[in-house]
């Protein structure tokens, strides 16, 4: 077996050759299902979530003095950090049995020594395949894209364990990097005129040496590139705000204390709502009229739905008693056992809640295959509440946050076929290409590591703390490697409104050349962009308008202006356009 692992490779295309049976391009998560299947380590991983709950049971038998204060506020939070901190160390190569010389270390440590279970998370599930590993023959040949002693502990064990095993293991080497590559840089008051020029780009010229690292969401870019012609890129960033995902924190919204018509609209306006439209829609009509509960417009919306399910004029509903007697036990549901818990609500209530969701949107995965994710989500809190008696309305909303994590991304978005080369990480560029894009080349903001102390450091010889801030800054080179002659970066000043800055690797590169999108189209409606040119026009057979006399007197720079987003107003006002 060829491998090619990589910390970013993970969903990355394997091999577009010929006869590349054998070879794959793995990711950490990718590698150690590879490994788990070999070894016979494969099963039922667990959530995330699942795994919070458990260390809050740990923390609660055992009861550390030191995080005391912030479990007994927020218990949920403070599970949370606590096993970050502890996967984190246990994927260092910690011990728990070694002198811990903070407070912090000697509770971490308290806990791991508790009988109570703990599901293994993915360092878990490394250090017992790095134990497997012991002794087994391996004849693979493992490429590395990082140099071994920048990967994590777990990692470098894994891999020595491998060439210890007869594995071929193959650094990339130290050589010195080649000619760097003319690095342009544009730049735009934000994504929508940048994105009409990285399109106008890729449709002067043959794209097969061309590359498109687009590391951020395309739903923009990908709207410009099927006017130019192009298969979307089909880039996503998960969004937790799908309505799909809604269901369930807004439903529960409803055992709380007082009713809250905001909040109970938002639930009736979803479109995969767990109420039948014929009481959803009355009630949307009360609750404008009567922001309330149980008044004369509320009950008024109670005899529509009523009158609807009787006369049942489209025959919609085959058992109209059946129909009837559902309807009744929503309205109990809603005005007798909902809006009634304060700080704390019962278990057996979320339960009960919990099951009317899956009664109500099972029937319905085959239509709205979205609504899977939400019974996953209901099957996970279930699973959470297994064994308590109550839960604080705080509790409740870190468990769903805990769930619902980073969202989901659009099912019905997908990359197409295109004739440059995609992909969505400076990484996983494992070929040359002419010309590399850089796609929204900005600052995305540091991510979040954990501080620790000198003395704490101590204790784990092998701990990198640079390991991952030099394994990114590699990534970024990869892309000047990668591109032979020239590297074009598109860099907006405005994304969703707000302030965007260059990403920091722009410091780094030597820009032959930075231009403004508006002025790559001349007075005359020439465009031209690196090696690429375009001469635009208007078609004449539709007459221009009168001019304005203010006009006439504007800047050279705004006729250039006017050609640059000639195909935009053209499109607005179904006039035709002619690329040239």
């Avoid at 019962?346 to 979205?370: H, N, T």
């Avoid at 979040?448 to 010889?461: D, H, K």
Wanted: charged share 25%.
């Amino acid at each position: 077996m060829h491998i090619t692992f990589g910390i970013f490779l993970d969903g990355s295309e394997w091999s577009s050759a010929g006869a590349s049976i054998g070879t794959m391009v793995c990711g950490p998560l990718q590698m150690l299902q590879v490994f788990e299947g070999r070894l016979g380590l494969s099963g039922v991983q667990s959530n995330t979530p699942e795994r919070i709950n458990q260390y809050v049971e740990k923390i609660r038998a055992v009861a550390p003095a030191w995080c005391r204060a912030s479990f007994g506020l927020d218990s949920w939070t403070t599970a949370q950090q606590l096993l970050a901190w502890r996967d984190e160390l246990v994927e260092a190569g910690w011990d728990a049995t070694q002198n811990a010389p903070s407070r912090r270390l000697q509770t971490l440590a308290q806990l791991e020594r508790d009988s109570l279970p703990l599901a293994p998370g993915v360092p878990d599930r490394l250090r017992k395949v790095l134990q497997a590993l012991d002794g087994v023959p391996c004849s693979d040949e493992i490429h590395l894209t990082e140099p071994l002693e920048l990967l994590p502990w777990v990692w470098r064990e894994i891999f020595t364990a491998l060439r210890r095993n007869g594995a071929t293991l193959i650094e990339p080497d130290g050589a010195a990097p080649g000619d760097a590559p003319e690095v342009i840089q544009v730049t735009g008051r934000d994504e929508a005129t940048l994105a009409t020029q990285l399109a106008r780009y890729l449709a002067q010229g043959d794209n097969q040496n061309v590359a498109l690292i687009c590391n951020s969401d395309s739903s923009l870019l990908d709207g410009v590139l099927h006017r130019f012609g192009f298969g979307a890129v089909g880039e996503q960033a998960s969004s937790r705000w799908r309505e799909s995902l809604q269901i369930l924190p807004l439903f529960l919204e409803t055992v709380w204390k007082p009713f809250q018509p905001q909040r109970f609209l938002e639930l009736l306006l979803l479109a995969d709502a767990p109420f039948p439209g014929y009481i959803r829609h009355p009630l949307i009509e009360a609750l404008q009229q009567e922001p309330g509960i149980g008044g004369e417009e509320w009950k008024n919306a109670w005899n529509k739905a009523e009158e609807t399910i009787r006369q049942n004029k489209h025959g919609y509903y085959s058992d109209p008693k059946a129909e009837q007697k559902k309807c009744d036990q929503l309205r109990d549901l809603l005005e007798k056992q909902s809006f009634q818990a304060g700080n704390t609500v019962s278990v057996s209530l979320l339960i009960e809640r919990c099951k009317f969701l899956q009664s109500r949107l099972g029937p319905r995965v085959a239509e709205a295959p979205g609504l899977g994710t939400a019974l996953l989500h209901v099957k996970a809190l279930l699973g959470i509440l297994e064994g308590k008696t109550e839960v604080s309305r705080i509790e409740l909303a870190r468990m769903l946050d805990s769930i619902i994590g980073s969202g989901s991304d659009n099912r019905d978005r997908s990359a197409e076929v295109n004739d440059f080369h995609c992909v969505n990480h400076p990484a996983k560029l494992q070929a040359d290409f002419d010309t590399v894009l850089w796609w929204n080349f900005i600052d995305a903001g540091r991510i979040n590591r954990t501080s620790w102390t000198t003395e704490e450091i101590a204790v784990l010889p092998n701990f990198n703390l640079q390991a991952a801030r030099r394994l990114e800054h590699r990534s970024w080179e990869n892309a000047t490697g990668h591109a032979r002659r020239r590297l074009i970066v598109f860099t907006p000043r405005l994304l969703v409104g707000e302030a965007a800055f260059p990403h920091p690797f722009l410091n780094e590169l030597k820009v032959k050349e930075t231009v403004d999108a508006e002025t790559l189209c001349d007075a005359s409606g020439q465009w031209r962009l690196a090696d690429r040119s375009a001469t635009l026009q208007l078609d004449q057979s539709t007459a221009a308008p009168a001019p304005v006399p203010e006009l006439a007197q504007r800047s050279d720079c705004a006729i250039a202006a006017a050609f640059l987003y000639a195909d935009e107003l053209a499109a607005d006002l179904s006039v035709p356009v002619v690329y040239q």
